[in-house]
């Protein structure tokens, strides 16, 4: 009984520093509707400005919590200036773009701080004052974690008044319902949405303060605390912060007590827990639909079938893909057909998202639990099964489209980020499963010895298959797009009314759009296998579906050919930058964020704008030109 209390104690403790993130990230979220995927980095700038200041002052209790107080202080400055310096700029871009710009920040943040203090953990004093412990009904407990066990029912407590009770508050509460009304009545909506930046921010920045007794402060744990807080701020509900107090609850205790009695769950069961309450009420426990908006899709002129100079361009460039390699080999080795057989998958892999979430607006944050189930599907047949090389390329894309239909049956059902989330949720429970399957899966250390046959087995030999089997992929999901199907995927996207009105079952049509999807991340995921020689846990993991989010969100979300040029540029700028420099998280985050700042439409949608500029002015100038001179 008496360790049962402890870890109450210690799982509301948790749940206490959960909610000052998540209350931080579903402020931001409920006024500004930008996904922040910055939030994290907000909080481990906490920590780390935390421990320089900590560490020069007295250790005394009022230099102590007066230095993590100013320490959240830093952060809300610094994230006023993200939203003057960065997100006000792209307010009127899509939010999967502004996820986009954020991801940038995340890797900035994480170059600048490795560069100011260094690769090193680092270990904060002990609160002073709080280094003892309490007797709780006969069971121990840190008095620092008591401590912690206040703080979150205390901000929620003062937030409620903000909110409730002061004319900024409800200013806030207004914009959040209605925004324009809001501007109208003489709310001024840029000025409030800096504040409300701040605020969530200075939460963030205590969030990682308050930790820095407990944990050491490291590199990694900007992406593992935001990862839990959006499972805090979608299980609760977005914009709602007494659902994310309720949320933070739910995990921490889950947290807590899964460590003593499912150990082998702790990677997952937050994840778990996320899918049934989505599953159940798909807009989280006292969230609400999200107020329908015209989408911004819908301007997009529709897809036209290319040309004969456009024809002719993209055989060049396919050509030219197939024969530079080959022809550089000589003088570069092999490093060259390496990476264009990287490109040539990920093009792929990035052209399978592309196809469900530009045509169907079905955006997924878990993509790679489809890369991830085609690579091992592959390997698993090859050496379970001693299946040959020919049937196992063509069985990894089918048991992909598997899941991605058990799966699409259940994101479907939700919308916007709380689809998002569930494609999440089922990637980690993947990865989790690979994780710890060790019989299976080998666990971390994978699934090695992966090759293609001898035909296959040389470097120039297998790219010219992947750049094959790729191009000829590309052509099928092209054709889908110009066919009646994806004329019919985009009016549900557009207009599921009047979509519904001509007879297009909007949700069979999405969830078809989501099998083709996952079968063809498949197929890119056992091409990889193959490549790599051997399969790892990190195909599913939460950086591989971002790169995909990234390769399509650079290229263009709304071109046909977007996903090849994204993931051209990502990869090759990727490697790039990490063969010139140490620092190439903050070249390559720059990168990104000048992208989507200048280019919001992507590279491939930002040439072809001007393609088509090009193409109407011609015939305008000659209309308007003198009779002498046609």
């Given at each position: 009984?008496?360790?049962?209390?402890?870890?109450?104690?210690?799982?509301?403790?948790?749940?206490?520093?959960?909610?000052?993130?998540?209350?931080?990230?579903?402020?931001?979220?409920?006024?500004?509707?930008?996904?922040n995927?910055?939030?994290?980095?907000?909080?481990?700038?906490?920590?780390?400005?935390?421990?320089?200041?900590?560490?020069?002052?007295?250790?005394?209790?009022?230099?102590?919590?007066?230095?993590?107080?100013?320490?959240?202080?830093a952060?809300?400055?610094?994230?006023?200036?993200?939203?003057?310096?960065?997100?006000?700029?792209?307010?009127?871009?899509?939010?999967?773009?502004?996820?986009?710009?954020?991801f940038?920040?995340?890797?900035?943040?994480?170059?600048?701080?490795?560069?100011?203090?260094?690769?090193?953990?680092?270990?904060?004093?002990?609160?002073?004052?709080?280094?003892?412990?309490?007797?709780?009904?006969?069971?121990?407990?840190?008095?620092?974690?008591v401590?912690?066990?206040?703080?979150?029912?205390?901000?929620?407590?003062?937030?409620?008044?903000?909110?409730?009770?002061?004319?900024?508050?409800?200013?806030?509460?207004?914009?959040?319902?209605?925004?324009?009304?809001?501007?109208?009545?003489?709310?001024?909506?840029?000025?409030?949405?800096?504040?409300?930046?701040?605020?969530?921010?200075?939460?963030a920045?205590?969030?990682?303060?308050?930790?820095?007794?407990?944990e050491?402060?490291?590199?990694?744990?900007?992406?593992?605390?935001?990862?839990?807080?959006?499972?805090?701020?979608?299980?609760?509900?977005l914009?709602s912060?007494?659902?994310?107090?309720?949320?933070?609850?739910l995990?921490?205790?889950?947290?807590?007590?899964?460590?003593?009695?499912?150990?082998?769950?702790?990677?997952?069961?937050?994840?778990?827990?996320?899918?049934?309450?989505?599953?159940?009420?798909?807009?989280?426990?006292l969230?609400?639909?999200?107020?329908?908006?015209?989408?911004?899709?819908?301007?997009?002129?529709?897809?036209?079938?290319?040309?004969?100079?456009?024809?002719?361009a993209?055989?060049?460039?396919?050509?030219?893909?197939?024969?530079?390699?080959?022809?550089?080999?000589?003088?570069?080795?092999?490093?060259?057909?390496?990476?264009?057989?990287?490109?040539?998958?990920?093009?792929?892999?990035?052209?399978?998202?592309?196809?469900?979430?530009?045509?169907?607006?079905?955006?997924?944050?878990?993509?790679?639990?489809?890369?991830?189930?085609?690579?091992?599907?592959?390997?698993?047949?090859?050496?379970?099964?001693?299946?040959?090389?020919?049937?196992?390329?063509?069985?990894?894309?089918?048991?992909?489209?598997?899941?991605?239909?058990?799966v699409?049956?259940?994101?479907?059902?939700?919308?916007?980020?709380y689809?998002?989330?569930?494609?999440?949720?089922f990637?980690?429970?993947?990865?989790?499963?690979?994780?710890?399957?060790?019989?299976?899966?080998?666990?971390?250390?994978?699934?090695?010895?992966?090759?293609?046959?001898d035909?296959?087995?040389?470097?120039?030999?297998?790219?010219?298959?992947?750049?094959?089997?790729?191009?000829?992929?590309l052509?099928?999901?092209?054709?889908?797009?110009?066919?009646?199907?994806?004329?019919?995927?985009?009016?549900?996207?557009?207009?599921?009314?009047?979509?519904?009105?001509?007879?297009?079952?909007?949700?069979?049509?999405?969830?078809?759009?989501?099998?083709?999807?996952?079968?063809?991340?498949?197929?890119?995921?056992?091409?990889?296998?193959?490549h790599?020689?051997?399969?790892?846990p990190?195909?599913?993991?939460?950086?591989?579906?971002?790169?995909?989010?990234?390769?399509?969100?650079?290229?263009?979300l709304?071109?046909?050919?977007?996903?090849?040029?994204?993931?051209a540029?990502y990869?090759?700028?990727?490697?790039?930058?990490?063969?010139?420099?140490?620092?190439?998280?903050?070249?390559?985050?720059?990168?990104?964020?000048?992208?989507?700042?200048?280019?919001?439409?992507?590279?491939?949608?930002?040439?072809?704008?001007?393609?088509?500029?090009?193409?109407?002015?011609?015939?305008?100038?000659?209309?308007?030109?003198?009779?002498?001179?046609?």
């Amino acid at each position: 009984m008496d360790l049962v209390l402890a870890q109450f104690v210690t799982g509301l403790a948790h749940a206490s520093t959960l909610f000052l993130v998540a209350a931080g990230l579903t402020i931001i979220f409920g006024v500004t509707r930008v996904v922040n995927f910055a939030h994290g980095s907000l909080v481990m700038l906490g920590a780390y400005i935390a421990y320089s200041i900590t560490t020069r002052l007295p250790s005394t209790p009022p230099a102590f919590f007066g230095g993590l107080l100013l320490a959240a202080l830093a952060v809300a400055l610094l994230g006023a200036l993200l939203e003057l310096l960065l997100l006000r700029r792209i307010y009127a871009a899509p939010e999967i773009f502004q996820l986009l710009a954020t991801f940038g920040v995340v890797l900035i943040v994480q170059d600048l701080v490795l560069w100011v203090w260094g690769p090193e953990d680092l270990f904060a004093p002990r609160a002073p004052g709080l280094k003892g412990s309490i007797e709780l009904a006969g069971s121990v407990v840190p008095q620092y974690t008591v401590f912690l066990l206040v703080v979150g029912p205390l901000v929620f407590g003062l937030l409620w008044l903000l909110f409730r009770r002061t004319r900024w508050g409800i200013a806030v509460r207004a914009a959040t319902q209605d925004g324009e009304m809001a501007e109208a009545l003489g709310v001024n909506r840029a000025w409030l949405f800096t504040a409300v930046f701040a605020l969530g921010s200075f939460l963030a920045g205590l969030a990682g303060a308050l930790q820095i007794p407990r944990e050491s402060v490291t590199l990694q744990m900007d992406l593992a605390v935001i990862v839990e807080a959006f499972v805090v701020v979608v299980v609760g509900g977005l914009g709602s912060i007494g659902g994310a107090f309720l949320a933070s609850l739910l995990i921490g205790l889950l947290h807590a007590f899964g460590v003593w009695w499912l150990p082998q769950s702790t990677l997952v069961l937050a994840f778990v827990a996320m899918a049934v309450v989505l599953i159940v009420r798909p807009y989280g426990l006292l969230g609400r639909a999200l107020v329908a908006t015209p989408p911004r899709a819908a301007a997009h002129a529709p897809f036209r079938p290319a040309d004969r100079r456009l024809s002719l361009a993209l055989g060049l460039a396919a050509l030219a893909a197939l024969v530079v390699p080959l022809v550089l080999r000589p003088w570069l080795g092999e490093y060259l057909l390496v990476v264009m057989t990287d490109i040539a998958i990920l093009a792929l892999f990035a052209a399978s998202l592309q196809f469900f979430m530009g045509h169907g607006g079905i955006t997924s944050f878990g993509h790679a639990a489809f890369f991830g189930l085609g690579a091992y599907a592959c390997a698993l047949l090859l050496h379970k099964a001693a299946m040959p090389f020919a049937l196992a390329v063509f069985a990894a894309p089918l048991a992909a489209a598997a899941g991605a239909a058990l799966v699409g049956w259940f994101v479907l059902r939700s919308q916007g980020v709380y689809a998002a989330m569930l494609t999440l949720a089922f990637a980690q429970i993947l990865w989790s499963t690979a994780t710890q399957w060790i019989a299976l899966t080998g666990g971390d250390n994978g699934i090695l010895g992966v090759w293609p046959p001898d035909w296959l087995s040389g470097k120039a030999t297998y790219f010219v298959f992947a750049l094959l089997v790729t191009l000829a992929s590309l052509w099928l999901l092209r054709r889908a797009a110009l066919a009646p199907f994806g004329y019919a995927l985009r009016a549900a996207r557009d207009a599921p009314a009047r979509a519904a009105a001509s007879g297009i079952d909007a949700m069979r049509v999405q969830w078809l759009a989501f099998c083709a999807g996952g079968l063809f991340a498949g197929l890119a995921g056992a091409l990889n296998a193959f490549h790599k020689g051997s399969v790892f846990p990190n195909v599913t993991s939460i950086a591989q579906s971002l790169d995909a989010l990234v390769m399509v969100l650079l290229g263009g979300l709304l071109t046909l050919s977007g996903p090849v040029v994204g993931a051209a540029a990502y990869h090759a700028l990727a490697v790039e930058l990490t063969r010139a420099t140490d620092h190439w998280r903050l070249l390559l985050g720059s990168a990104i964020v000048l992208l989507v700042v200048v280019f919001p439409q992507g590279i491939a949608g930002f040439l072809r704008q001007r393609l088509e500029r090009d193409a109407t002015s011609v015939p305008q100038a000659a209309a308007s030109a003198p009779e002498a001179l046609r």
